[in-house]
């Protein structure tokens, strides 16, 4: 997943879930004349049973972009769960390279992830939602999961080239 989002596996660490301070720190980070001219994302990855998943440090925004969603589904499935300090809450989904839906929580539900909630046994319409319910719900719905015993093991740390 490094490699997908740009970033050399070679220059990657096994740190603890958003420990960037951790990650500056390394002797190996300094040694790659990079913190004075720092362009990307720093991105932690790691697997939560059949899922690999990435988190994002800094410049959070790389996986929202589609060209960059749809690299990562090649093959594959891409899920994305994006929320910014003004409350943007954003799903991508994508599926072998092709981006399927992206629409933010307080917009309509598209229909097919309608459909999925739905099967999930969870009301698309209820009023009382709110983004997060409404995105755990999705990513449930999905048979998608993080635990947290795989947020608590160190993640392979690195940076990524953000796509022009």
Request: with cysteine; aromatic share 6%.
């Amino acid at each position: 997943m490094l490699t997908r989002f740009g970033g050399d596996p070679s220059h990657a660490w096994p740190i603890p879930c958003g420990d960037l301070d951790t990650f500056q720190d390394l002797e190996a980070y300094e040694d790659l004349d990079i913190w004075q001219d720092l362009h990307g994302p720093i991105l932690q990855v790691g697997q939560c049973g059949n899922w690999a998943f990435a988190i994002e440090l800094m410049h959070e925004d790389q996986s929202i972009r589609p060209e960059v969603l749809c690299a990562l589904a090649a093959g594959a499935v891409a899920v994305s769960v994006y929320r910014d300090v003004n409350a943007l809450t954003l799903l991508s989904y994508a599926e072998n390279g092709v981006l399927l839906e992206q629409f933010e929580a307080s917009d309509p539900i598209p229909d097919r992830l309608q459909t999925v909630l739905r099967q999930a046994r969870i009301d698309p319409n209820s009023e009382n939602r709110n983004a997060i319910q409404l995105m755990s719900a999705l990513l449930e719905a999905l048979g998608i999961r993080l635990d947290e015993e795989d947020l608590a093991k160190p993640l392979l740390t690195g940076m990524m080239t953000p796509l022009p």
